[in-house]
């Protein structure tokens, strides 16, 4: 049996201290409403110390990466500092987006708005370097019966695409891996949206890792046990809230969790 997955996910924005531009760290709550937390590696490194399974970076300035030289610096750093499974989005585009991240050091590439212009890229991408290494990144809302539609650029678009629609789409275009982010619950520490994951990794074959609402280690169990997930990823959680992730990961295996306890 596979180990389900506790990953940090690192929010980039650029902003401006003293006379440089700088990637730092934020948080939000239902996509907006940003803190700065601070430097990213560092808080990389820190992921790392207490047994993250991998991490997630998305820059949410989505910058075109062939002219984003400190994306591109940001991820070789982080990736020279710590030895777990890197993700990075934000911004991809092209196929030789993916070769310029992956030469910097990423595991995987997560895409999300470009999906909707060319769906290609996923199947090229797939093709290229492999499913396992395609994720597909998909934010949504559910109305008032409670299911769930697509959002886009950064939820200031809302699409009549049913979430199950577009999940099973981009999986049969070649996507290895979904992450789905409830925006409503971004930074809220309500809880996961644990019936939309059940219902999305009970349709699809690749692994399932949902976002937005952990505020309690009880919301990584109910992402586990309720939703199916294969991965939780989670940003406030682990930038805010005392118990950091070697804490959760015991309640987690406490609860019947199969999940990895040490290096």
């Known amino acids: ?26 948080t939000t709550r239902s996509f907006l409403d940003e803190i700065t937390v601070g ?3 560092s808080q990389a490194k820190i992921y790392e110390a207490q047994f993250a399974d991998e991490l997630i970076v998305l820059n949410i300035d989505s910058y075109p990466i062939a002219l984003d030289d400190l994306r591109l610096k940001l991820v070789e750093r982080i990736a020279d500092e710590v030895f777990m499974p890197l993700t990075v989005g934000g911004g991809v585009q092209t196929i030789e ?18 999906m909707f212009e060319d769906i290609t890229l996923i199947s090229k991408a797939a093709y290229r370097y492999g499913s396992q290494c395609v994720v597909a990144s998909i934010d949504f ?32 275009s070649g996507a290895g891996e979904i992450l789905i982010t409830d925006v409503d619950r971004d930074g809220s520490s309500t809880g996961l949206n644990w019936a939309v994951c ?66």
């Open 97 to 114: 987006d993916f070769q310029l991240l992956f030469e910097r050091g990423a595991d995987k590439i997560s895409i999300n708005t470009i």
């Open 198 to 263: 059940q219902m999305i990794a009970s349709s699809v074959p690749v692994p399932v890792i949902i976002s937005g609402g952990c505020g309690l280690a009880q919301h990584f169990i109910e992402g586990f046990q309720k939703g199916l997930a294969e991965g939780v990823a989670a940003g406030t959680f682990f930038c805010f809230r005392d118990q950091n992730l070697m804490e959760t990961r015991s309640h987690i295996r406490n609860a019947g969790v199969s999940i990895r306890m040490e290096t």
């Open 141 to 172: 809302r559910t109305d008032k019966l409670g299911v769930a539609y697509v959002v886009r650029d950064r939820a200031k678009t809302v699409t009549d695409i049913k979430l199950i629609d577009w999940v099973q789409k981009v999986v049969t």
């Open 39 to 41: 430097d990213p590696v």
């Open 1 to 26: 049996m596979l180990k389900k997955r506790l990953i940090p996910k690192l929010l980039i924005k650029y902003k401006k201290l003293g006379s440089k531009i700088k990637p730092v760290l934020v």
